[in-house]
């Protein structure tokens, strides 16, 4: 069973449209987060969910859009996408009661057109 | 604030050589330390973890790690490479004052030649 699953795994779209990324966790973590990764390879923190409350929202342009509807899930919009929103997302999970790694999702990787 | 430093951008070595990936960090408070490895086009795999202890580390693939405080660095060894050990690795770094978000540096490339 997949611990952190990602949705689609490819995403090709043109510019100005609205796309969603789907993430589901299944290893009972509290918080989920969302990254990307550039075409440089640097990961940068996006977002980070608590127990469906927003923690951490890092300077990204209000095009994108977290949505956490249980804390299982950690849900991605973005609106009115950009060449520059080209890259990899990964989703990630942790318990922070334990101390446990980030478990990282396989990666969606975003071309806008 | 936090950061991560990752000295080199690409190290290249040699099938069975030794090699060391560093890793130098900073932060104002008590520090998780983390690597991770990045195969072509797949997520990332945790190797192993500093939490708090003996601060030689042992991962997977015959991975360890060294958390040195007084130079505050996490620098990854591994005593004899393998080809498919080819990959990114990533240095990252979490506090309690960055909600144990992990902090990544840039990576470096390993590319292992036979």
């Known amino acids: 069973d997949t611990a952190v699953s990602q949705t689609p795994k490819y995403l090709v779209t043109q510019m100005g449209n609205d796309k969603s990324i789907k993430c589901e966790q299944n290893l009972g973590h509290d918080t989920m987060y969302w990254y990307k990764q550039d075409s440089k390879k640097f990961l940068k923190i996006m977002f980070s969910y608590n127990n469906k409350e927003l923690i951490i929202n890092e300077t990204v342009p209000n095009r994108f859009s977290p949505k956490s509807p249980d804390k299982a899930h950690l849900n991605l919009h973005i609106n009115s996408l950009e060449l520059g929103d080209s890259a990899v997302y990964f989703c990630?999970?942790?318990?922070?009661?334990?101390?446990?790694?980030?478990?990282f999702g396989n990666g969606t990787r975003l071309t806008v057109t | 604030a936090q950061s991560v430093t990752q000295l080199d951008s690409q190290v290249p070595v040699f099938e069975e050589a030794p090699v060391e990936l560093r890793c130098n960090y900073s932060s104002s408070v008590s520090v998780y330390l983390f690597w991770y490895v990045q195969y072509p086009n797949q997520g990332l795999q945790l190797l192993l973890k500093?939490?708090?202890?003996?601060?030689l580390v042992k991962g997977i693939n015959g991975f360890e790690a060294e958390f040195n405080k007084s130079q505050t660095s996490f620098h990854l060894r591994k005593p004899s490479v393998h080809i498919s050990d080819t990959a990114e690795y990533f240095c990252?770094?979490?506090?309690?004052?960055?909600?144990?978000?992990?902090?990544f540096g840039k990576g470096t490339s390993l590319l292992v030649t036979p």
């Open positions: 500093y939490l708090s202890g003996s601060t």
């Open positions: 990252a770094v979490s506090d309690r004052n960055s909600g144990y978000a992990l902090n």
């Open positions: 990630a999970s942790v318990d922070r009661t334990n101390n446990s790694p980030l478990h």
